[in-house]
Each structure stands twice: as C-alpha cells, then as structure tokens.
C-alpha cells in the first residue's frame, strides 16, 4: 500500500472495536484483516495514526468526512479533515464489511458536498 505522498507502508496495529467519538456508535472491528479507522453509521474518525493502523499520532482531533471518491483500484475512499490540525487523509470505506459496513446514503451524501 501507499500512502497520500505515494510512500509504501505495512498496515500495522490492531484491529480494535472502539466507540465512536462523535455519534456514540459501538464500532466493532473489521472482519477482512484490514484495520478499522472510522466509524460506520457517521464516518467520522479520529486523528490517531502516522501510517494506517500504527495509532503513532499524537493529535487526536476528531476527523470529519469532508467528501468521498471512487477509485477503479481501491473502491470508495472517504476523504477527512482534522478539527484541530487540518491534516486531510484519505481512509478506504468498508462497505463490504460482513457485520458492519460503513453506510452506503452517509457516503453518498458525502459525494454531494460542495
């Protein structure tokens, strides 16, 4: 995999369940071996990795889903911006996710943001 400045990286970490942050929705861990980084039902997320799964940050501010693209390779990717620091990142959604896909109309109306 890589990274949004095109460097190569390892998924790292665990696979933890957490409680969302910003709606309260227990968000249990993803079932594909792929590290769960947002929240399903509001996709919101935390500032909390360097590299996916590493949760090196030290920022923690909430991630608010700011939009979402469709990539031929990679599928639907939420696009998120840090409130307290601005990092902007890009997270693959888990649509295809057996107990807990993200949701579908929360990433669709991301796409009619201007």
């Keep these: 995999m890589t990274d949004t400045a095109g460097r190569r990286f390892t998924v790292q970490g665990t ?3 957490f409680v969302c942050r910003n709606c309260g929705a227990e968000v249990l861990p993803l079932t594909n071996g792929s590290v ?3 929240c399903p ?3 919101h997320s935390l500032h909390v990795d360097v590299l996916p799964g590493d949760r090196a940050s030290t920022c923690h501010g909430l991630l608010v889903p700011v ?3 469709q990539s031929g ?5 939420l696009v998120h911006q840090c409130q307290k620091c601005g990092f902007t990142g890009r997270n693959r959604a888990a ?3 057996a107990r807990q896909p993200d949701d579908w109309d ?9």
């Design 15 to 17: 696979n933890n369940a």
């Design 36 to 38: 769960r980084n947002h």
């Design 41 to 43: 039902a509001c996709l």
């Design 67 to 69: 939009g979402a693209e």
């Design 73 to 77: 390779k990679k599928g639907w990717i």
């Design 95 to 97: 649509l295809d996710d």
């Design 106 to 114: 929360a990433l669709i109306a991301l796409t009619t943001r201007r």
